[in-house]
């Protein structure tokens, strides 16, 4: 009897453990397609349509796309103009996800972000980045 407790519990367990991992997924690439398409509005310099996938926190902080736009190019520039994007780890926190992604700007160097992930009525927004330190180059 005990046993087939507890292999009802680890059933039970490992059905859940799959189900977040599907879930974790499924957020992850609505995550990563919000990014991307925020870049791609940089790269055209849509500022407008970039602003959109601001949290409203950060819509509210700078107030119109223009100055969202200066900030972007001046504080970000890795950001506007990346020469690649490759996405890694996806953490989940307790108010949504934190997205890890390596940025290489146009000069060749590589930076780290954290994208601080919240989910609204309207999906998956970006409720802030937070540059890392960039990871050491090759010698």
């Not at 996806?90 to 989910?119: C, H, K, N, P």
């Amino acid at each position: 009897m005990r046993r087939v407790f507890l292999t009802a519990i680890l059933t039970g367990h490992m059905s859940l453990c799959a189900v977040a991992t599907e879930t974790q997924a499924s957020d992850q690439d609505a995550i990563t397609g919000i990014i991307d398409d925020q870049i791609t509005a940089f790269l055209a310099d849509d500022f407008e349509t970039a602003f959109k996938f601001a949290s409203p926190g950060i819509r509210g902080m700078f107030g119109t796309p223009e100055r969202f736009g200066r900030m972007v190019r001046e504080g970000y520039p890795m950001v506007w103009r990346p020469s690649n994007v490759e996405y890694l780890d996806l953490r989940q926190e307790a108010d949504g996800f934190t997205q890890r992604v390596m940025v290489r700007d146009s000069s060749g160097a590589t930076w780290l972000l954290d994208y601080s992930m919240i989910q609204r009525p309207e999906g998956w927004r970006i409720n802030g980045v937070r540059l890392l330190t960039a990871p050491p180059t090759g010698v």
